[in-house]
């Protein structure tokens, strides 16, 4: 059972579907058919899954002397310590269910900011990929965001479409959404609200005419007033599902997967459920067309604190 913000999403065929997989290595003009009709790409192996779990060692590898993992466990299996749990002041925790103590947020920023992290993300396979994709030359953007959502939290990211943060540059944004190691369905990993990037688009063009009488600056702001707390289309993912009369897709991620998906796409996550006591460690990064304007505000290393 899949739960967010305290409400279990619905079992029925109708509200809860699995992610349908492409084969990388397809035409490309097929693939970008499906993109354009379903609003995302699930890449099944585009990633060599050695690659991928090297890097998830070297990552928890880093976080090993935060207090973050168990002991005496290999660092690659990521499980969570015990002691995460046990602060009485609940300051281990941030509301995105990631580890919030300061040696695991200067760490992270770290990480980060590595060549290595870097060059995990713009890696041929995947860069390459993107080239062809979009018939040009593509550019990462600078700000790349790396999760690690613990087991037991409560807390899950809400329904939202990634263009709201992204105003101030093209729409032709492609987001990719990296599973860090295989990431099972009750572990939360990303999910899609089919069809729905043709309600991101409506919702989208409802925004511009509210904000029109808005500043600039205020207009390419996801917080401003005409906006929901975060810039969240929705925290009740079963209400939304109902709202648009589609349903939710999942699946079972393993290392080598990746998504890409339109910038209107309504998408979350759920509860991190591991019975493995299995950190989900993911990453999303943006790609667009290097001729295309580019969200300066993104041209910074993401951290934790930097409310964009």
């Known amino acids: 059972m899949l739960t967010a913000f305290n409400k279990n999403l619905s079992e029925n065929p109708n509200r809860l579907g699995y992610l349908y997989e492409s084969n990388p290595k397809e035409e490309m003009s097929k693939l970008r058919t499906r993109f354009l009709k379903d609003g995302y790409l699930f890449l099944k192996g585009l990633l060599k899954k050695d690659d991928v779990i090297s890097f998830r060692e070297w990552v928890f590898k880093n976080l090993k002397n935060t207090g973050l993992l168990k002991e005496n466990i290999d660092p690659k299996y990521g499980i969570v310590s015990d002691s995460i749990y046990?602060?009485?002041?609940?300051?281990?925790?941030?509301?995105?269910?990631?580890?919030?103590?300061?040696?695991?947020?200067?760490?992270?920023?770290?990480?980060?900011?590595?060549?290595?992290?870097?060059?995990?993300?713009?890696?041929?396979?995947?860069?390459?990929?993107?080239?062809?994709?979009?018939?040009?030359?593509?550019?990462?953007?600078?700000?790349?965001?790396?999760r690690h959502t613990l087991p037991k939290s409560d807390n899950s990211t809400p329904a939202h479409y990634d263009l709201i943060y992204l105003r101030?540059?093209?729409?032709?944004?492609?987001?990719?959404w990296i599973p860090i190691g295989d990431i099972d369905i009750e572990e939360g990993g990303l999910m899609y609200l089919e069809g729905s990037h043709t309600q991101g688009i409506k919702i989208e063009k409802e925004f511009?005419?509210?904000?029109?009488?808005?500043?600039k600056e205020e207009q390419i702001n996801a917080f401003n007033k005409n906006m929901t707390e975060g810039g969240w289309i929705s925290k009740d993912f079963p209400n939304l599902a109902d709202k648009f009369n589609t349903k939710w897709l999942v699946t079972n991620f393993e290392a080598g997967d990746i998504l890409l998906h339109s910038p209107y796409l309504i998408h979350a996550s759920t509860n991190n459920k591991s019975?493995?006591?299995?950190?989900?460690?993911?990453?999303?990064?943006?790609?667009?067309?290097?001729?295309?304007?580019?969200?300066i505000r993104w041209d910074n290393h993401w951290h934790e604190d930097d409310n964009l």
């Open 86 to 146: 046990n602060n009485t002041n609940n300051e281990n925790f941030s509301q995105s269910g990631r580890a919030q103590n300061s040696l695991v947020k200067k760490q992270i920023s770290l990480i980060v900011k590595s060549t290595k992290y870097e060059s995990f993300c713009s890696q041929p396979l995947l860069s390459n990929f993107i080239d062809e994709f979009i018939d040009g030359i593509s550019y990462l953007h600078k700000r790349k965001i790396l």
């Open 168 to 176: 101030a540059g093209t729409n032709n944004i492609i987001t990719a």
């Open 208 to 215: 511009s005419i509210k904000n029109a009488n808005l500043s």
């Open 275 to 295: 019975s493995k006591e299995r950190i989900r460690l993911s990453t999303d990064i943006r790609f667009q067309n290097v001729n295309d304007k580019i969200d």
